[in-house]
């Protein structure tokens, strides 16, 4: 588990006050601190890390592309990240500076674009990449939200979180709460996506990718590169098919476990059948 957090505005933001709001992710990371700033010192992103798979400083965040040109700043897993290593090896990407998962994920969108690579990963993620290019800030998450991560644009200031705390305490946001969240968390028993108990800040959707445009200064996209419902649509004769063979097995089971009951009730009566008639 880390924690990320970012902050784009119009106008030059405040460092020093920023470290101090990453700083109540600490719990999520305690391993390292890292920000980084762009050159107009108007885009900041932030991340504390939990070293897991590599544990040396090459796998320090936010991280930048071995281009210069992407950064990154990431919290989860990506199961297949060797594999993966592996074809970029192949394609020719030879020079890694370590052995992390993020490395893999930065290299493979600076190759192959991040919708593929987003396609190609097998794992549970949030994260922010920086493209200096296009300069435009992506977030993404998983396909079935296992990590979270919070996001809002308010004043043209875009900002985003792995929690929603560190957004509370950005003074100049004046966060309200939304006051149609508690009907749902009342109805529901919890706040559904993409609402949160604050008026200005959402959630990241399973499988979605929200691209903010910085020198436009509004989100230009909401994206679903994995949505379930489709997944269903689109493999729905397979799946009622498998459903059919799966309910015929448990059918079959079913009665296999009556039959034994039934065997086993018979037996005990002719037991206590026997019993009497030799007693008597």
Known sequence: ???????????????????????????????????????????????????????EDTGNQPMLSNSGRFVISYNGEIYNFKELRKNLEKEG???????????VLLNSIELHGLNKTLSLIDGMFAFAIYDKKTNILSLCRDRFGEKPLYYGLKYKNFFFSSELKPLKEIDSLNLEINNQAINLYFKFGYIPHPHTIYSDVFKVEPGQIVNYSCKDQKIISKNKYYDLKNVFMNQNKKINFKMKILFLILLKINYLKIFLVELCLMWVMEYFFLRELILH
């Open 93 to 103: 990407l030879k020079y890694f500076r370590g052995s992390s998962d993020t490395e």
């Open 1 to 55: 588990m880390c924690g990320i957090f970012g902050f784009a505005s119009s106008r030059e933001i405040n460092l020093e006050k920023l470290k101090k709001i990453l700083n109540y992710l600490n719990h999520r990371g305690p391993d390292n601190t890292g920000t980084w700033i762009n050159n107009s010192e108007n885009i900041f992103l932030g991340h504390k890390r939990l070293s897991i798979i590599d544990i």
